[in-house]
């Protein structure tokens, strides 16, 4: 396996890194970033926050814009950002920004073209964090974020493998997708029509169903141009009131979608998978 | 005088602005950013930090990328973040990236085609303080700061305008602009050939010759790929050291020209201003 490093800049007193590889689950280069915090200079174990992007986002969105490094380093933890798609001439693509290249929605496709790359599922549960323990002084201990479409990835990711996280949040999540515009147009192209298969990827659904719980924060903004239509944290809600789920749902007035969002709520992010994660 | 609001983001329980107007020293239209603390909206006035970016920057990289809102909106200041220069398709530019559009360097140009919009000395100094001080809570109290070509800018201006701001502070200033490339191409363009009236824009003959001073704060990365052949921190500490200057200059092992530098020590650079502010 060949790894390479793109670029590295110190932060906060630790280091931010990009990478590139070649993904056995994703059968192409994949890059992601990394953010390693003060404690790992002595090859101390720290814990990790995966964060996973929305729509059009790469690896760097989060990590130039979120302002999460502070934390970081002040908790000990380390940030990992996978891109959010395989990408490349070679890779299937659309015109929409919501489907395709930018837009892998965190599932394994099983349609053609997607099928040929598209396993993002897979890459961000096993792949990555094997990665990314063997190379750097990154302990097993994970927590799982994201945003938008990544914030419907991480609730989809913590719900269905409860075992492999601590504690899971999103800002504004794809709550329902098999009930908004970008979830079923994304889910017919990569899953196919037959719409029983969807459920998986339902953190709706799959919120409604759980045993297993792994604690979960979400912050929402009431001002978000895409809440009524495409986020519905309210199926959310009611799947937690359903199962009893330990969820904590917060409506944030006046915030918009954007990572001016993020950045003024992600130390209270980072604080709450700190505690799960015995920080 | 029409201004046009361009988009409203809460950020830290305060609003990020955007706005363009037409601009009398510059003759187009310009853009800037203002982020409104908390204790704006009572009606509070409040002291503004002016910030000025680097080449290719907007008024977007230091409010989408420097995490200063958080620090703003607890000391309760104002940031406000002009362009880099005029913009549009009447507006003369350069193939390089380091003159004409995105590459003002805070000067009055004499020189055609330059002389007919680029006079961003003129904009920073008067037109943009009294514009935001006319519509917004903000006190004529002001501080001003910059990066790389946005730090030469600020210190600069701080010089040779010492009633106008109360302290001054730069990330990796080009701090001697007539002895290096990117200030000696941008000068002869703008200025003209006739190198005695380049000594008004450059910083370390400013501090050398200084007599009301403002206190002064500089950041240079040590591992800044540009710090040895355009940045010359040394030339500035000399200048400080003939003239008695109040310039702390502090190098920051490992850190490079980015803003994750920036990042890194915004929150020592609001809080040196804050207190020069009566914060």
């Known amino acids: 396996m060949t790894i390479e490093n793109l670029s590295s ?84 693509d659309d015109e929409g920004y919501d489907l395709g290249q930018g837009a892998g929605f965190y599932v394994n496709a099983t349609e053609a073209p997607w ?54 949040s999103a800002f504004s999540p794809i709550a329902n997708p098999v009930n908004c515009p970008w979830g079923r147009k994304a889910f017919t192209a990569y899953l196919g029509g037959d719409t029983a298969g969807w459920e998986e990827y339902d953190a709706s659904v799959l919120m409604r169903q759980a045993t297993a719980k792994v604690p979960a924060l979400v912050d929402q903004g009431e001002a978000d141009d895409f809440l009524a239509e495409q986020l519905k944290p309210e199926m959310l809600e009611a799947a937690a009131a359903a199962s009893d789920y330990p969820l904590q749902l917060r409506r944030r007035e006046g915030y918009d979608h954007s990572y001016y969002f993020i950045a003024s709520f992600i130390d209270e992010h980072l604080r709450f998978h700190a505690r799960h994660l015995g920080l």
């Open 9 to 92: 800049n110190r932060s906060f007193g630790g280091w931010h890194k990009q990478y590139r590889h070649q993904s056995e689950s994703i059968n192409c280069e994949m890059r992601f970033a990394i953010y390693l915090p003060p404690q790992t200079a002595l090859g101390e174990k720290v814990p990790a926050l995966y964060w996973l992007s929305g729509l059009t986002c790469t690896d760097e969105n989060f990590m130039q814009k979120a302002g999460a490094q502070q934390f970081a380093a002040r908790l000990g933890m380390a940030l990992v950002a996978p891109d959010t798609s395989p990408r490349g001439d070679a890779v299937a």
């Open 115 to 168: 099928s040929r790359h598209y396993h993002m599922y897979d890459y961000v549960l096993d792949e990555l964090p094997k990665l990314v323990e063997s190379l750097f002084p990154v302990s097993g201990e994970r927590a799982l974020a994201g945003h938008s479409m990544g914030g419907h990835g991480a609730l989809v990711l913590a719900l269905r493998n409860p075992e492999r996280y601590r504690s899971v």
